[in-house]
């Protein structure tokens, strides 16, 4: 854990102001993410690319991640770093949105896809470095915050997709999208980066003896038993996310009849009870009720609304699955975001970020991947009770395991 004088130095020191840029460029990174998102998978239908296909290109954007967040996370720790990734971040996001708009069946929005991947990797700093903003004892209430940021931004990308699309075709989406994240690429030059970290960026080149301390603190990371567990649970959780809400839910919402603009009505519904609980889980639920008994709870819940999903007959039920989903899926996350960084020093904390990252990220891949599969043998049905069962198999897991000494 970190020695008093880490949390002192981690006090935070940024003002208002600068938590307010940081909190508009958090924004306008998870919108341009997210702006087309509900509707891709009816997009992608609609250039006439099969439903196992559709399932592999929704994964492909974890697929990216597993393979750049750890050694990103670990550059970032090297050169002590944050605010350029952020920049990168940005630029990759707008070159994603267009390439979404070749013309083609499956390679502009594969590629597209792919280059999401690479902006969202951009998400290990960010985090760390909104970390920093606080002091160490107050990881979940950052990570809460930060939570929180995230789904808005989300919530305000996803809302906006239904009816770019109704107003100016799949496109339009996509070019908002560009415009959004070039927008977002100019505040993230204005975000506040500690000074501390900016020192040690100055500091002398590592001799013999300091990279060996460094090899050692590396393997420090990843022998954390702590890390291992709250990485393949959340692996768990993205399986699920990336299989609902950010995969095939707007495709049974198409099913049942919605319309451009209706799916709107559906992301609102989940991403209102998400952003709501995600604010108050490492605030309030985990003080009163344990952190353990909220994880498994909210995976619980996460199985349950998940298997509800092709079970609705019409556009009400589905929403009132998606708010249940949503406020669900919202228990865990931030708690297992900050239980990823939370033992570690600040010098350590983006590896250890990118070590978490590249693990769910092969949730976000594989979730998607098998459910597409298994949807073109069962129809929708199928995929939905494969999420459900990963919410149940995370919440065995989280039940048997110990996931920090306070619990």
């Known amino acids: 854990m970190p020695s008093r004088s880490e949390n002192i130095a981690a006090t ?96 502009g929005p594969l590629a597209g896809r792919l280059m999401a991947g690479i902006c969202a990797a951009a998400w290990v700093p960010f985090s760390v ?108 959780a993205h399986g699920i996310l990336f299989i609902t809400m950010f995969g095939f839910t707007p495709l049974q919402a198409s099913e049942l009849g919605a319309s451009k603009s209706q799916l709107t009505l559906i992301v609102i519904a989940f991403m209102v009870p998400h952003a709501i609980v995600s604010f108050i889980s490492g605030r309030l639920l985990a003080p009163r009720l344990g952190s353990r ?5 909210g995976f619980l819940l996460a199985a349950i609304f998940t298997a509800a999903i092709p079970y609705s007959d019409n556009l009400t039920w589905l929403a009132l699955t998606q708010a249940g989903n949503g406020m669900a899926q919202a228990m865990y996350f931030p708690l297992l975001l900050s239980f990823a960084i939370r033992p570690f020093p600040a010098i350590q904390r983006a590896t250890a970020m990118g070590f978490y ?20 043998m069962g129809g929708l049905r199928a995929g939905f009770l494969f999420g459900s069962s990963l919410g149940l198999i995370a919440a065995i897991l989280s039940w048997s395991k110990q996931l920090s000494d306070e619990d």
């Open 12 to 107: 935070p020191t940024a003002s208002r102001r600068q938590h307010l840029i940081f909190a508009i460029a958090t924004v306008l990174y998870w919108s341009t993410l997210y702006i087309y998102v509900p509707i891709l998978s009816p997009y992608l239908e609609d250039r006439g690319i099969s439903i196992g296909l559709i399932g592999f290109i929704l994964g492909s954007y974890g697929l990216t991640q597993v393979v750049t967040r750890l050694p990103l996370g670990m550059y970032s720790d090297v050169m002590s770093r944050r605010k350029p990734f952020l920049i990168i971040g940005m630029l990759a996001g707008l070159i994603s949105c267009a390439l979404f708009m070749l013309p083609g069946t499956w390679g």
């Open 357 to 376: 990252q590249s693990v769910y990220s092969i949730g976000m891949f594989i979730g998607p991947y098998v459910a597409g599969g298994l949807n073109s």
């Open 129 to 236: 470095l909104y970390a920093s903003y606080y002091p160490a004892n107050q990881t979940h209430q950052a990570m809460g915050t930060l939570s929180f940021l995230t789904v808005f931004g989300q919530l305000v990308g996803m809302s906006a997709s239904g009816s770019l699309a109704a107003w100016g075709g799949w496109n339009y989406a996509f070019a908002c999208g560009i415009i959004v994240a070039g927008i977002g690429a100019i505040v993230a030059l204005f975000v506040y980066e500690p000074k501390t970290a900016l020192a040690q960026a100055k500091a002398p080149a590592p001799t013999e003896g300091t990279t060996h301390n460094r090899l050692a603190s590396l393997a420090g990371i990843f022998r954390s038993k702590l890390l291992w567990r709250v990485s393949i649970l959340s692996l768990l």
């Open 293 to 297: 008994n909220v994880i498994v709870a």
